[in-house]
């Protein structure tokens, strides 16, 4: 079955501190994951996308890793800011014949304290 | 550009009770999905469409309708709501269906069946 698994399903950091959310999945075949974030309220925003062949992949104090061969993808944020507060949903596409579907994480709800 | 938009943002119905959602993009995308997010869970696709007048089931379409007669367009109805409907539902559109076209979300539209 294509599952994503995400861990922890929610932390709580100081601001100024890094943190690392882990993304598990069996998806096959694999197109390629992205990374989404989103604020309450709004709608999910994409981070990063990675393909097979990409180890990974930075966007700002954002980076995500694959691992292709264990199937795990980490996001790490660096001197985490409040305004990172958020949920961080993993997201992994594969070909299903018609389109190309996306199987979404459950995400991690993050918290950055003062 | 406003992206995607979608109304109503919120909304409380009596089971047995219908309405529709709307969702516009202004991006000239091909194709449009509407997702529902629930506690715990992914995002889960309903419907999508890969170009106006065509319209496909999701994951879990059952309950739901949906139409694209405009291809800036893709409502979503529910025709005798039931409190499993009981949702946050987002709207998206991508330029095409490749694995590599990012998908826009709209907001949410948060319903509530009583």
């Known amino acids: 079955k294509n599952q994503v698994e995400q861990s922890p399903q929610s932390l709580i950091i100081l601001e100024g501190k890094n943190c690392t959310l882990q993304c598990n999945y069996t998806v096959s075949p694999f197109s390629n994951l992205r990374w989404y974030k989103q604020d309450t309220g709004r709608g999910p925003v994409s981070l990063t996308i990675m393909t097979f062949s990409e180890n990974t992949k930075s966007n700002g104090r954002y980076t995500a890793t694959l691992d292709a061969d264990t199937k795990q993808s980490s996001l790490h944020i660096t001197a985490s800011q409040l305004s990172d507060s958020a949920s961080y949903i993993c997201?992994?596409?594969?070909?299903?014949?018609?389109?190309?579907?996306?199987?979404f994480g459950a995400g991690t709800r993050l918290a950055v304290h003062p | 550009n406003a992206g995607v938009t979608q109304t109503p943002k919120f909304r409380v119905l009596k089971t047995g009770q219908s309405m529709t959602l709307l969702c516009a993009q202004d991006m000239n995308h091909e194709y449009m999905y509407w997702y529902r997010q629930d506690p715990g869970m992914g995002l889960r696709l309903i419907h999508y469409?890969?170009?106006?007048?065509?319209?496909a089931k999701g994951e879990v379409p059952d309950g739901y309708n949906v139409s694209r007669l405009k291809k800036q367009n893709f409502l979503l109805g529910l025709e005798s709501a039931a409190p499993s409907q009981t949702s946050v539902y987002f709207c998206a559109s991508s330029y095409t269906g490749g694995s590599y076209n990012e998908q826009f979300f709209g907001p949410g539209t948060r319903l509530t069946v009583l």
């Open positions: 997201v992994v596409t594969f070909d299903s014949g018609g389109y190309n579907k996306l199987i």
């Open positions: 469409s890969v170009g106006e007048g065509t319209t």
